[in-house]
């Protein structure tokens, strides 16, 4: 069955760093989107990606994120200037259409 | 008042007896409803996908809509021990944007 896969599942980066997280959406998908979880909060939206380019983002996808398409497969996450709070589990998702959302296994980052 | 809220649980049930996990919302907008469950240090697994109000069925699982009541719910027959997760729900509204809003998750056990 196939699968968003996400690379790599644990990255660890000193506080002003910049980090890229990476993702393979499922092949034939047309939206995809970046997904943040803290330790023991809510699943928070970040941003959508449609059509190469972004169709929404929240509150939390300021200047200090950013989001690529670069080929036909890969969907990346850029984070600059790491800070402590940006410490989370990432998740990248994937859908055919704007009704679901398949999500990958998530990369941990943790900001030192 | 909370966008989206479930419960947090812990959950704990006898193996075969039927669950019943629900959300509750305040934003009238939502027109799509979304259970997943997820395992801890995991992705979010997309279980079932509803539009509207109603019911649907799949397997062991059926999902409730109440829009009049803003109120959603996930029912588990037969529960079995690998059902031992956290249960999401998340939910988008039809205007323009493919944002989710999830709630907190309820962590469910099934105890042999």
């Known amino acids: 069955e196939p699968e968003v896969t996400q690379t790599p599942s644990h990255q660890v980066t000193q506080m002003g760093q910049e980090v890229i997280l990476r993702c393979v959406p499922i092949s034939n998908h047309l939206y995809f989107y970046w997904y943040r979880q803290i330790l023991g909060q809510k699943v928070e939206f970040l941003v959508s990606?449609?059509?190469?380019?972004?169709?929404?983002k929240s509150e939390i996808f300021d200047d200090q994120f950013s989001v690529e398409r670069p080929d036909g497969s890969n969907f990346t996450l850029k984070i600059r200037s790491t800070k402590l709070e940006d410490s989370a589990m990432y998740f990248c998702?994937?859908?055919?259409?704007?009704?679901?959302?398949?999500f990958g296994q998530g990369t941990r980052l943790t900001v030192v | 008042q909370k966008e989206v809220e479930q419960d947090p649980g812990p959950l704990s049930v006898p193996e075969g007896a039927i669950v019943s996990l629900n959300c509750t919302y305040s934003n009238s907008a939502f027109q799509y409803f979304m259970w997943y469950r997820q395992y801890s240090r995991k992705g979010p697994e997309l279980l079932m996908y509803?539009?509207?109000?109603g019911n649907k069925e799949d397997g062991r699982f059926t999902a409730q809509v109440d829009k009049s009541s803003k109120y959603i719910s996930l029912f588990i027959r037969d529960s079995q021990p690998s059902d031992s997760a956290t249960y999401l729900c998340a939910m988008r509204s039809n205007n323009a944007g493919n944002m989710l809003t999830f709630g907190g998750g309820t962590r469910l056990m099934v105890k042999p």
């Open positions: 990606f449609y059509n190469n380019e972004i169709s929404e």
């Open positions: 998702a994937s859908g055919p259409q704007r009704t679901e959302a398949f």
């Open positions: 509803t539009y509207s109000s």
